[in-house]
């Protein structure tokens, strides 16, 4: 059975840091492309990062730069670090092997102006 379960969310002031992480089991994190997805209340589920390869990465314009997507092999593990958070960075993030359609719960992220 396959598990994603993120962790990390939390309450953090415009400006600030976050990293979130991404323990998966029942399928190797480099085996497949893996994603980082939001979504604000009321709002549709939006791309955050795509990780085809450890080597290509992809970030929409609205994070590119403050974003960072990673994968640790060896603890099976997605790593999303976020910098300069901006208050409409505000949603429960989700990590997911997308074309499996493989999702976790979701970890909620709250930046406060």
């Known amino acids: 059975q396959v598990q994603l379960a993120e962790s990390g969310g939390g309450w953090v002031q415009a400006g600030g840091s976050l990293r979130l992480s991404c323990a998966v089991s029942?399928?190797?994190?480099?085996?497949?492309?893996m994603g980082w997805y939001r979504q604000a209340p009321g709002k549709q589920r939006d791309l955050v990062a795509f990780?085809?390869?450890?080597?290509?990465?992809s970030y929409p314009d609205s994070v590119k730069g403050r974003f960072t997507s990673s994968r640790d092999s060896a603890k099976n593990t997605v790593y999303l670090q976020m910098n300069s958070l901006k208050p409409e960075d505000t949603a429960v993030y989700y990590c997911?092997?997308?074309?499996?359609?493989?999702w976790g719960q979701g970890t909620q992220v709250t930046v406060s102006s």
């Open positions: 029942g399928i190797g994190v480099s085996t497949v492309p």
């Open positions: 997911a092997a997308p074309l499996k359609n493989l």
């Open positions: 990780m085809a390869t450890d080597t290509i990465v």
